[in-house]
């Protein structure tokens, strides 16, 4: 268990939580329109992100944390720099709720999941689309790379865990979600 002492968020409830691959950041969401990332040894989080109208329903650090993806519930998807805060890119977005963002093991690329089952993998440095993913018959609610970083496996509401190749988008496999886990 992490406890920041002394914080003002104390009475507030972490909504999303992420680390950075390394280990060495921590964000999360508060009240769904703040998010705080904190470099895990020093004692200051930084405030930096609070979009003007929608909520924040992802977040996803990049493997070294010096970059934050945001999915809000307007369906955009946004990239951060951790340690100033300012906005760098606009993905492209869902035409409903950003559920789930993700970045690739090298950070090269960003997988987004949205309410209107869309995946959409960009590039995570031009936020330039790569392809789209349309193998979903509803809303992605979780998506990530594989290890290997060959893979993207995503889970949808409509009962499918995909997993498609993370070059070209093609579907790879497709497997009926464990009885109870995706709903």
Not at 39 to 60: C, G, H, N, S
């Amino acid at each position: 268990v992490i406890r920041f002492e002394g914080s003002e968020t104390k009475d507030r409830p972490a909504l999303h939580t992420t680390f950075s691959a390394d280990g060495r950041f921590l964000a999360w969401v508060e009240i769904r329109k703040e998010v705080r990332v904190q470099e895990i040894l020093k004692p200051a989080a930084k405030i930096f992100v609070k979009p003007e109208a929608a909520d924040i329903v992802a977040i996803a650090l990049s493997p070294d944390g010096a970059r934050l993806a945001t999915g809000e519930g307007d369906g955009k998807v946004r990239l951060w720099d951790t340690a100033t805060g300012k906005h760098l890119e606009d993905f492209p977005g869902h035409s409903d709720a950003a559920q789930c963002v993700a970045f690739s093991n090298d950070g090269e690329s960003l997988v987004s999941g949205g309410k209107d089952s869309l995946v959409h993998v960009s590039d995570a440095s031009t936020g330039k689309l790569l392809y789209t993913i349309k193998d979903h018959a509803a809303g992605v609610l979780s998506a990530g790379f594989l290890p290997d970083g060959k893979t993207i496996m995503t889970a949808g509401s409509d009962g499918a865990v995909l997993f498609s190749d993370a070059l070209s988008g093609k579907e790879i496999e497709r497997r009926p979600a464990p009885q109870g886990i995706v709903e």
